[in-house]
């Protein structure tokens, strides 16, 4: 007896032909996301133990950073007046608004599986969605945010002596520090908005000394953003990794061992 082959439904949720774990990505983008987003909302509202100077070192969190009461600035919300920046740089990125379309609104779930019944992806233009344009404007902030992740990042090489001078150091948590900050600017400098801000808007890339050099940052910045992906997931891991390493030196679970003195 003849058999025939039945299409799949293209109107069910989930309807695909694919035959790989398309799902296993926006199930890990959810817990991962979520788990982060409970994590830094957690420690913002806590609004204690960001900073670890024990022993005269000085770790700030990289939540926490730049460290506006040094500047004379207090404020009960310290953290969320300092944090919304990176916070809206990432929501706003082009890569995480393609990973959160596909893992929390499921429009589509991945690509060549139908998503739920009435709901696709209709673009950005309305309200509130058409906010996640702003994104050039987070990349000029964040820009600024990461050269003050760069001087804490030096700061923590440098330690208070008890009799007030300071000495060159080196401590697991200084090397944290800096490891978080590379990964974030391998994040920050391959965003696709600092490709059109290096090099949109030419129409010849040989023309003159300065169409040339923005060539060549064109195409450093292109290394990054190929990897942008990658940059943006180790990036959060060490941000959260690095906030709970000084949060748990800093309430004493450990002493930051210091390698060098
Ligand atoms: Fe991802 Fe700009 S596109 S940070």
């Not at 398309?22 to 913002?44: H, K, N, Q």
């Not at 990289?62 to 740089?89: C, E, K, L, Q």
Request: contains cysteine; charged residues 15%.
């Amino acid at each position: 007896m003849a058999t025939q082959a039945v299409a799949p439904s293209r109107t069910r949720f989930g309807a695909t032909e694919r035959k790989d774990d398309w799902w296993r990505a926006p199930l890990i983008t959810v817990i991962a996301l979520t788990a982060f987003g409970i994590y830094s909302i957690v420690i913002l509202i806590m609004g204690s133990h960001f900073l670890y100077t024990k022993g005269g070192a000085y770790y700030l969190s990289p939540f926490y950073s730049p460290d506006i009461r040094s500047w004379g600035v207090h404020i009960t919300v310290y953290g969320f007046f300092v944090a919304w920046v990176p916070a809206g740089f990432r929501i706003t990125c082009y890569y995480y608004r393609k990973a959160y379309w596909r893992s929390f609104f499921l429009s589509p779930p991945a690509c060549a599986v139908e998503g739920p019944r009435g709901r696709r992806y209709q673009g950005e233009r309305k309200f509130p969605f058409i906010l996640l344009n702003a994104h050039r404007f987070f990349l000029y902030l964040s820009l600024v945010v990461v050269a003050f992740l760069w001087y804490d990042a030096g700061h923590a090489f440098v330690f208070r002596d008890p009799d007030g001078s300071h000495t060159f150091g080196v401590g697991v948590g200084s090397l944290l520090m800096l490891l978080n900050v590379i990964l974030l600017s391998g994040f920050t400098f391959g965003c696709n908005s600092l490709r059109h801000l290096v090099g949109g808007r030419l129409d010849c890339f040989t023309c003159s000394g300065t169409a040339k050099a923005r060539h060549r940052t064109w195409l450093g910045v292109n290394v990054l953003n190929r990897f942008h992906m990658q940059w943006a997931w180790v990036s959060l891991c060490s941000v959260a990794l690095t906030d709970l390493y000084i949060r748990l030196a800093s309430v004493g679970v450990f002493t930051d061992p210091r390698i060098i003195h």
